[in-house]
């Protein structure tokens, strides 16, 4: 599967931002599909996850301003983020995997990334 992440950009602190990760020529409904971001000199570190089944989980840093969501018939997976913060700055990575074996957080579960989007919030 070859993911796509888009949607990046940069925002004044408060703003809105909204990825898209998308698989063009595949299908993404058998899989759980999440949003890393990685800050310069930082780990990567998980955003959020949506599973195939729906149900979703959220880094404590971003519950209550990001939303993630997907289509299945349109094979995507979009991150909508609000209230964007200078701290939220970072290239987003989308991921799919079939199986999650221990945490939706660790990149190393996730078979499949994209390319990466660079979101800069300013201040």
């Known amino acids: 599967v070859q993911l796509q992440a888009s949607g990046g950009g940069l925002v004044q602190a408060g703003g809105s931002l909204r990825l898209s990760c998308t698989a063009p020529?595949?299908?993404?409904?058998?899989?759980?599909i999440a949003w890393f971001r990685q800050a310069p000199g930082k780990e990567r570190e998980g955003v959020s996850c949506i599973y195939k089944s729906g149900r979703t989980y959220y880094a404590d840093f971003v519950k209550g301003r990001f939303t993630i969501s997907r289509n299945n018939a349109r094979s995507t997976a979009d991150l909508q983020m609000n209230n964007l913060k200078p701290e939220d700055t970072a290239v987003y990575y989308c991921?799919?995997?079939?199986?999650?074996?221990?945490?939706?957080?660790?990149?190393?579960?996730?078979?499949?990334w994209g390319q990466g989007t660079l979101v800069t919030v300013s201040s």
């Open positions: 020529g595949d299908t993404l409904d058998a899989y759980a």
């Open positions: 991921a799919a995997t079939l199986i999650i074996a221990s945490g939706w957080e660790t990149p190393g579960e996730y078979d499949f």
